[in-house]
Structures are given as structure tokens and as C-alpha cells.
């Protein structure tokens, strides 16, 4: 039997909160998902973007029975937009979780990222003992996130991305969190 889903709670940043998404999302994630720039560095995101592709996307992550957990990046706090990208926690085993992330490309380079994944590590809601992350090898800003956040490299790999419709060599971390 798999277990019960926790509340996600809202995780307070210096910039911005994390929050679960919800519905109204969809406008801001979809003009963000459609961007190549962004869709080719992700794994999930197809390019171009398919007519109910992201309200499909809301409802997997706001789904009681989800394995993944997903936060806007809502910088409405400091008169921004209330997304300003996601970071999300999947579901392993042996109290594993994987982080996913990404910013609007307008706010690359700003350490949104780096600032969105340091808050996430630092809060911990699944309370597990290690995180994991990959990223593609010919995205060094995504490697530079996970090392600023106390990421170690792990080894090399590959996996599948949709828009590029390849197998694209990448970069796995992972982080021993702090027991209390």
C-alpha cells in the first residue's frame, strides 16, 4: 500500500516563497514550458508545447496520490510574478528523494535557482536522508546550482530528453541531508 500523501507545506525564501502549485498556475507555466530554451533543458518539458500539456501537469501535482511534490517559485512578496519557476521532489526509496528545478529563462543567472534549491534542501519536507539531482552536460549554470547548495558529483550518465528527442549525456549529484 503506497503512503499517504503529506500536506506540502510553504517554504519561506530571502526573495520568494515556495508554494504547491494550484490551478491559475497554468497560464504563467505554460509561457515559461513553451520556451525551447527551457523545454531543451529539461528531460519532461516537449517542444514545442502540446495544447493540454500543462493543465495535465497541474493536475499530476496537485494529485492526492502524486509521487512528486511540486512548488511554484512565487515572487509576488517582492512585486514579481507569482511564478517564477518550480522546484519539485520526487519520491525514491530508502528515504531518497530527487530535486527538479527550473526558472523562468528571463531569470536565469539571477541565483533564483540556487536560492529556490538551497531553501528547499534546508527545509527538507520529505525528510530524507539524501537528495539527488542530475542536470545535461551542457547545462553548467544547473551544475553550478547543485554544488552551491552542498551537491557533491556523483558520476556521469544519460537520459532521455523529449524536445531534444535524444538521449543527452548529464551530471548526477547528491546531498546527505543533516539529521536532527
Known sequence: MKDAVLEQPVIEAERFKLRPLRRS?????????????????????????????TEAYLARATAPDRSEDVWAIDGTAIGRDEVLGVVSLKRLDRRQSEVGYWVAPALWNTGIAS??????????????????????????????????????????????????????????????????
Open 25 to 53: 498556475d497554468a497560464g504563467l507555466i505554460g509561457l515559461y514550458a513553451s520556451d525551447e530554451r527551457l523545454a531543451r533543458m529539461t528531460s519532461r518539458i516537449p517542444h514545442p508545447l502540446p495544447p493540454g500539456q
Open 115 to 180: 536560492e529556490a534549491v538551497s531553501a528547499m534542501v534546508e527545509a527538507n519536507p520529505h525528510e530524507v536522508d539524501t537528495l539527488f539531482a542530475e542536470v545535461f552536460q551542457d547545462n553548467p549554470g544547473s551544475a553550478r546550482v547543485l554544488t552551491n547548495c552542498g551537491f557533491d558529483y556523483l558520476g556521469d550518465a544519460e537520459t532521455y530528453s523529449v524536445a531534444r528527442r535524444a538521449t543527452v549525456p548529464t551530471w548526477t549529484y547528491s546531498r546527505r541531508m543533516q539529521r536532527a
